[in-house]
């Protein structure tokens, strides 16, 4: 098993697509994602966003085409495409019954870390996120906002080349969505960051390069600035890509 | 940490930071006690019955052999508390995989270092565990009877064997149930229908010829426990208890495989 990179892991996604039953989630996407590049996924609630993020954690598997990350298969070689991810699912996805620290020595100890790394790791984290004084506290008494920062340090903590969001500031308020825009600029260079939004602020705020979905399928690519920039950007995602030109 | 040990551990943390493993670890030590001194009520008051009516006390013969601390008490009560089983464990198993898919957990553990055998693995151990403790906080009454009735602890050794083989049996059919649902109510129901069912095959004698029925009855979990509660282990029964692990095990791993490709 090749090392995970420092700057970065590549997703590429060829003809993918996702079907349950008969509704089609997601249709032959192709997009390639640089190690390093910030990318977002932009769309209406229902576009297949959250769809492909499943696809490229192995979480799902695809029905048609390919996706990989670092050229590894995310459900034949499951592996090596988790050891270079850190997941932040859509809304907060935790476990309220485990204080902050137990859940972040689970959540190191599951991608790897042990003994003296986990703990510096998880020291390092806590103070990172500024969590130190929520350590000892149950998840499920937390706020939003700190849920949300517990949700982004575990994905940190074992410091992966490619860092997936979903949705990172729904549900929080004005003063939290900036604390969680901050810690994702702050990642941005550093790793490979695939953020899914329908927000337009955050999409400019923190990505390079954009794709929109309508109903599955992709009705823009391109750099953020360029596919937002054009006349109606909400038009995209409706689906109507040349009201946007 | 080794990965499946960090999941096994959080399991039992999640599972004591719920208020369901202590009220069921309660309800155990509870309903133990309440049939131990209860059995043991009926048992002196039969004692009693035979003193008064022979108007001198306690001699040995004037007592029937099966009047006895074994049979009035002890049997009875670890039939009692295998029927607890059946009532108590899928309350600790309806949680363990559906909870984890209704909270949107399960999509955390996916992209961790687990392999779906490792997930299975700690969270089976983890109930397994939880089934051990609920089985040694009923061990008290027993082993004072003991003591009393010199049964013998190489007995009461294998009846809690035996207990703990069906103890894990049920918490295998309830682990299956969980992982194919998303409810913990809909797991907790199924396990108590196939719970049930399996438990003793004898009602179907009422429907099925003698040669059938006869055929079918050794598949169902109270024989089996039966032997044990006679202080007997016979291979063919641990054979028996350990199907139950290992097709509960597989079952459940397809369950978390095939929610990818559904």
């Known amino acids: ?245 | 940490m080794r990965p499946w040990l960090a999941l096994l551990r959080k399991e039992l943390a999640v599972a004591f930071g719920s208020p369901m493993a202590w009220l069921t670890l309660a309800g155990v030590g509870l309903v133990t006690a309440l049939i131990f001194f209860d059995h043991l009520r009926i048992y002196n008051q039969i004692l009693f019955l035979y003193a008064t009516t022979t108007m001198g006390g306690f001699e040995t013969d004037t007592v029937p052999t099966y009047v006895n601390l074994r049979d009035q008490v002890f049997l009875p009560v670890m039939e009692t508390l295998a029927l607890t089983l059946v009532g108590l464990v899928p309350l600790v198993t309806m949680r363990v995989f559906a909870e984890e898919r209704s909270r949107g957990t399960d999509e955390l553990l996916a992209t961790t270092l687990l392999t779906p055998t490792q997930i299975v693995a700690g969270k089976f151990a983890a109930t397994y565990l939880l089934v051990a403790l609920m089985l040694a906080l009923s061990f008290i009454y027993p082993a004072s009877s003991v003591v009393r009735a010199g049964l013998g602890m190489p007995h009461l050794m294998v009846v809690y064997l035996g207990l703990f083989a069906l103890g894990i049996a049920l918490a295998s059919i309830g682990l299956v149930c969980s992982a194919f649902s998303t409810h913990q109510l809909v797991a907790a129901v199924s396990a108590y229908a196939v719970a049930f069912v399996l438990y003793d095959f004898r009602w179907t004698a009422q429907f099925l010829p003698d040669t059938v029925a006869a055929w079918i009855d050794p598949l169902s979990l109270h024989p089996r426990f039966g032997s044990f509660a006679e202080g007997m282990v016979r291979g063919g029964d641990l054979l028996y208890f350990a199907g139950y692990v290992l097709v509960g095990f597989a079952l459940a791993r397809f369950a978390l495989i095939q929610a990818r490709v559904r």
């Open chain 1, 1 to 245: 098993m090749s090392e995970p990179q420092t700057r970065g892991a590549e997703v590429l996604a060829e003809g993918l697509s996702r079907h349950f039953g008969p509704h089609r989630a997601l249709r032959d996407l192709d997009v390639r994602i640089a190690p390093g590049e910030s990318f977002g996924l932009l769309g209406a609630n229902g576009a297949g966003k959250t769809t492909f993020i499943r696809l490229v954690t192995g979480y799902l598997a695809a029905s048609a085409g390919r996706v990989a990350v670092d050229g590894f298969c995310p459900i034949a070689q499951a592996r090596e495409v988790h050891a270079r991810i850190g997941f932040v699912a859509e809304t907060s996805r935790l476990y309220p019954d485990l204080r902050v620290r137990g859940f972040l020595r689970f959540a190191g100890a599951v991608h790897g870390l042990a003994g003296g790394g986990l703990v510096d790791a998880i020291e390092k984290t806590l103070a990172r996120f500024q969590l130190e004084d929520v350590a000892g506290r149950l998840i499920g008494n937390l706020s939003k906002g700190y849920q949300q920062r517990v949700s982004l340090a575990q994905a940190f903590l074992h410091d992966p080349p490619l860092l997936i969001v979903d949705e990172p500031t729904g549900g929080l308020d004005p003063l939290q969505q900036e604390e969680v825009r901050h810690v994702l600029g702050e990642a941005a260079g550093a790793r490979t960051l695939l953020i899914c939004t329908h927000d337009l602020g955050e999409a400019r705020a923190l990505t390079g390069r954009v794709a929109v979905l309508h109903r599955g399928a992709c009705v823009a690519l391109g750099a953020t600035d360029e596919v937002l920039g054009r006349g109606d950007p909400l038009a995209l995602f409706r689906g109507q890509a040349e009201e946007a030109q």
